[in-house]
């Protein structure tokens, strides 16, 4: 069990550019989660994968958020045209199972910070 | 929906003394109950979860919890807290719908005097 890894650790781009993070689930781990956290918050759910179907989107993913699971391992999170307000930690998570009782894993995250 | 209320922002507690962490959570079914600890720039550790049976459950690094469901709370305790013990504590309610997420407290920050 290596954990969740999440890639880049950190980002920092000037508004308006595109930003792309990856996350590694726990290998036999079924179901994905990108969350978002700014300071002084607890996550705020984005949205989920079951294997490569991606099943909840919150109303926080606007159009310019988009993420993907293609062969039900690693998912990308990418942001169009970044604005300061997404500047954040993105935490992926990853689970096993169908149930809400079964514990989520969390990487270290992405920090991203807008110039 | 479900939600989940931490009430103390941040708690200063000296080393050797005890923790109680509060929350409580709002949900019309039995929930799943979780703690979380973040240390700063980490992702989230599970420190333990209650699902159902025993009320009193153990968790990893001392700490234990109780759910309470005519208080509708589930609060952290620790006998006697390590400097090491520093750190953002999240409340988190799951259930058991298959598809929702979990549903986050806003953190209590613990600092640990000596």
């Known amino acids: 069990d290596t954990g969740v890894s999440q890639d880049p650790r950190h980002k920092i781009t000037k508004r308006g550019q595109n930003v792309t993070f990856r996350c590694d689930p726990i290998?036999?781990?079924?179901?994905l989660y990108w969350y978002r956290q700014t300071l002084g918050q607890g996550p705020e759910f984005l949205t989920y994968?079951?294997?490569?179907?991606?099943?909840?989107k919150s109303r926080l993913l606007s159009d310019r958020f988009s993420a993907e699971r293609p062969k039900g391992s690693f998912s990308t999170l990418e942001i169009q045209r970044t604005e300061q307000g997404d500047s954040a930690m993105y935490l992926c998570?990853?689970?096993?199972?169908?149930?809400?009782?079964?514990?989520?894993?969390f990487g270290d995250g992405t920090r991203l910070s807008i110039l | 929906a479900q939600s989940v209320t931490q009430p103390d922002i941040h708690i200063t507690v000296s080393e050797g003394a005890s923790l109680e962490l509060r929350c409580n959570y709002s949900?019309?079914?039995?929930?799943?109950l979780f703690w979380y600890v973040q240390s700063p720039g980490q992702g989230l550790q599970l420190l333990l979860k209650?699902?159902?049976?025993?009320?009193l459950v153990q968790g990893i690094k001392g700490f234990e919890a109780e759910f309470k469901r005519s208080q509708s709370s589930f609060n952290l305790r620790k006998p006697s807290v390590h400097w090491s013990d520093a750190a953002e504590y999240f409340c988190?309610?799951?259930?058991?719908?298959?598809?929702?997420?979990?549903?986050f407290g806003k953190g209590t920050r613990l600092s640990v005097i000596a």
């Open positions: 998570a990853s689970s096993y199972g169908q149930g809400g009782n079964q514990p989520q894993h």
């Open positions: 290998s036999e781990h079924n179901r």
């Open positions: 994968f079951q294997n490569e179907a991606q099943l909840e």
């Open positions: 949900y019309g079914a039995t929930p799943y």
């Open positions: 209650y699902f159902s049976g025993d009320t």
């Open positions: 988190a309610v799951g259930v058991y719908s298959g598809n929702t997420p979990l549903v």
